[in-house]
């Protein structure tokens, strides 16, 4: 497959001075946010931890905060450029909203992936005019949110929703979704509804404005309690009878709601955990704080062995994390036939990663990962947090069933003929990504390309030298081109027994999102540019991250050498003194 750019002018030493200046834009756009929001840690912030724990406590959204993100005019993030906005990569999409999720989950739910959901399948399959509305609505600071059709293996909470039966020139709405972000205060509503008439229809999608309250064949329901993001205005919306135009119906003559919602779940997927990144952040930077505080015979201090495994752990665990959805949000631009896959690992295996890493910290903090108030009161709020993003119509569990339908249908794992995304795809500061092609979204892959290209990517780690984490890493790197052998053949034989069933195809699943995490981050190391691109010198990092899932694949595997283990403390710890970020980027942040 044969990528396009959009980079075609430039040589090399104007391409390299281009991706420079779009780092720096990207940057100082984060930075402008993180400045915004100021020190987490100083009691006198009105944007600091004790504020936004109080908020959760009180199951509200800060105000301030919410201000602060009008004034940024965060939306304008979710809207593409061509319509006015500043959205024409969706790795920085995730970038910038992690500032807020490593404030609070509810907020970056609420006012960027809650709208984003929503406006995701107005890009995707909506009319020209239907995207310039949608586009000014949130430009405009309007809310909206979105009822997506609901999976069979999604959350069992869920399963309820909507049909149209047809009305003259027109439709009836029917029927009633217990549970939507932002439905109290939308101004706008993407609702994916059964076509109830004879023969069927399946799914339709209709972009409504938003009933009165007192609307005729409306009924908002009673606001719903969660156990994470307790800050969203989670309700319900019940219609009876309630009359929809023609023209509401999103992208008339564009194919099925089916259709429509599977060209706007890979980038729904891809970007979701990505942005949660920063809620991990939060968990990791509240436990080496902790582990600081400290005195050096304690046994949660950061000298104590069992705390350093676990901060070694969790710095590992993120790294590798951010690795994969670099990969997942990149490829929607550059393969975006594998997207759908790419994506719904992402979407698998990220909330299960970074829910397991965080209640793996709460044996540093002990009893204080159960305080409610105080300096770490915000790892008990974290904490609750994570698992809501697994949750969903597009949530872990639906993923790892759209990968299962896919993984027998892959043609060997291999990678495509022709082309390869190469460095672009592993390389965040390569600007040079060609715009989102959603109707690709929906078409057979030719081929994978992240875990089919591995066998290269070994043979590279075993040339990259002679030192010992040198060694290691290509000891690993051939484990797990091993592990990919296996999984092969056992693709193989399951697709030669007919109807597999389902646990056994999961198990492959759980198998191949293991391998394409372990790919994705030997794919960052392998075009890593140089001291300047965020990540830790030398290969301790890669060592760290592989080793966390080969052990996953095979707990009999090797423990990574302390050489590994040290370096990769040492940066954690530099990053938390320096105040930036733990993902691969080290952003400068305000704590």
């Keep these: 497959m044969t990528v396009a750019t959009t980079d075609t002018g430039p040589g090399p030493a104007e391409g390299a001075g281009a991706a420079r200046a779009a780092e720096a834009a990207v940057r100082e756009r984060v930075a402008r946010l993180e400045r915004g929001f100021g020190d987490l840690d100083d ?26 993100l009008d004034g940024f005019r965060l939306q304008a993030e979710i809207v593409p450029r061509e319509l006015g906005g500043r959205l024409g990569r969706l790795d920085v999409l995730a970038r910038v909203l ?95 509804a ?23 064949g409306f009924r908002l329901l009673p606001r719903r309690s969660t156990t994470g993001v307790r800050g969203c205005l989670v309700h319900g919306l019940e219609f009876t009878r309630y009359p929809v135009t023609a023209d509401r119906q999103l992208g008339p003559g564009t194919g099925t709601g089916a259709e429509l919602a599977a060209r706007a779940f890979p980038v729904i997927r891809s970007t979701g955990p990505s942005m949660a990144l920063g809620c991990a ?6 436990a080496v704080a902790f582990a600081r505080a400290h005195r050096a015979r304690s046994r949660a201090s950061v000298r104590a062995p069992r705390t350093r495994q676990a901060l070694q752990d969790a710095f590992s665990d993120l790294l590798l994390c951010d690795a994969l959805a670099l990969v997942a949000t990149r490829a929607a631009h550059l393969l975006p036939r594998e997207s759908a896959t790419l994506s719904a690992v992402a979407k698998y295996l990220l909330p299960m990663f970074l829910t397991e890493s965080a209640y793996d910290l709460s044996a540093v903090l ?101 030192g010992e984490l040198d060694r290691t890493l290509a000891g690993y790197a051939t484990a797990l081109g091993r592990e990919l052998d296996r999984l092969r053949r056992d693709c193989a034989l399951l697709g030669r027994s007919g109807g597999p069933a389902r646990p056994r195809v999961y198990a492959l699943v759980d198998r191949y999102a293991l391998i394409a995490a372990g790919a994705a981050c030997l794919g960052v190391w392998r075009y890593r540019t140089g001291p300047d691109d965020g990540l830790p010198a030398g290969p301790a990092w890669a060592v760290m ?47």
């Design 98 to 192: 992690r500032a807020v999720f490593r404030r609070d989950a509810a907020l970056g739910l609420a006012c960027g992936t809650g709208p984003y959901l929503a406006a995701a399948a107005v890009w995707a399959g909506g009319s020209a005019r239907q995207r310039h509305r949608t586009a000014d609505l949130l430009l405009s600071g309007g809310r909206m949110a979105c009822a997506y059709p609901q999976p069979a293996e999604g959350n069992a909470f869920l399963h309820n929703g909507f049909t149209v039966s047809p009305d003259g020139a027109g439709y009836l709405l029917d029927g009633r979704k217990e549970a939507l972000n932002n439905a109290a205060r939308a101004a706008s509503l993407l609702l994916f």
């Design 281 to 286: 952040d939060t968990t990791l930077r509240t």
């Design 366 to 466: 002990g009893a204080e990962s159960y305080a409610r108030q105080g300096a770490y009161a915000v790892f008990r709020k974290a904490l609750r947090d994570l698992p809501m993003i697994g949750l969903g119509p597009v949530g872990s569990e639906a993923s790892r069933a759209a990968v299962a339908d896919r993984l027998l249908r892959l043609p060997g794992l291999r990678p495509p003929p022709v082309g390869a995304a190469g460095a672009a795809l592993f390389q965040w500061h390569e600007p040079g990504l060609p715009a989102l092609r959603p109707r690709e979204f929906v078409l057979p892959a030719e081929g994978d390309s992240l875990v089919g290209g591995l066998e290269e990517t070994v043979e590279r780690a075993r040339a990259a030298g002679g």
């Design 194 to 216: 059964r076509v109830d008439e004879p023969g069927g229809g399946g799914h339709r999608a209709f972009l409504i404005d938003a009933p009165q309250a007192d609307a005729p």
């Design 43 to 68: 009691p006198g912030n009105p944007l600091g931890t004790e504020q936004f724990v109080r908020a959760d406590a009180e199951r509200r959204l800060l105000p301030a905060a919410e201000a602060l």
């Design 545 to 591: 991250a592989l080793a966390r899932v080969l052990r996953r694949l095979d707990p009999a595997a090797p423990r990574p050498p302390a050489s590994a283990a040290e370096p990769l403390l040492t940066e954690l710890l530099n990053r938390f003194d320096d105040a930036r970020s733990f993902d691969l980027y080290a952003t400068p942040i305000g704590r």
